[in-house]
């Protein structure tokens, strides 16, 4: 599971925090990369103007994507990931808190492979990060990079 970069999409610093020990807990040693808005993680996934996509950042084998995010939120965030044909097929995991069902709707109609409350209580998160670990980095078939 190390090998794979997963990109956390969050703006909470404490649920930042919460998922990175979670994740430290569950032995989940893949590399973290963290966004803290949605233009962060379109800039990190698609660079800038001036850059070639060989020049952009490996993509990730996950995206944890928040959708109440400064900027750009994380539904629009989707809708420009699934436009796009180098993100199209990555798997993105929404990670929310957010309890509103035009969200839920929303998330899966522009493509999200999954919908994940996070959970208030720590030990019940814990579980939550260890099962989105084992599923999609170890049990779950990846698409091959860059196709």
């Not at 610093?13 to 963290?34: G, H, M």
Request: glycine share 4%; hydrophobic share 40%; with cysteine.
């Amino acid at each position: 599971m190390e090998n794979k970069i997963i990109l956390l999409v969050e703006d909470n610093p404490d649920d930042v925090d919460l998922t990175l020990r979670a994740f430290k807990k569950n032995n989940i040693a893949n590399s973290v990369v963290i966004k803290r808005d949605g233009a962060e993680a379109l800039e990190y996934l698609f660079g800038t103007e001036n850059q070639s996509p060989q020049e952009c950042n490996p993509l990730p084998a996950i995206i944890l994507l928040d959708i109440k995010l400064p900027k750009i939120d994380g539904i629009e965030v989707l809708k420009r990931l699934r436009a796009n044909p180098r993100t199209k097929i990555l798997p993105v995991i929404i990670l929310t808190s957010s309890t509103q069902e035009q969200d839920i709707i929303d998330s899966y109609s522009f493509g999200a492979n999954s919908y994940v409350r996070k959970p208030v209580d720590f030990d019940q998160f814990i579980e939550a990060v260890r099962q989105l670990g084992l599923y999609w980095l170890l049990l779950n078939e990846l698409p091959p990079a860059g196709k």
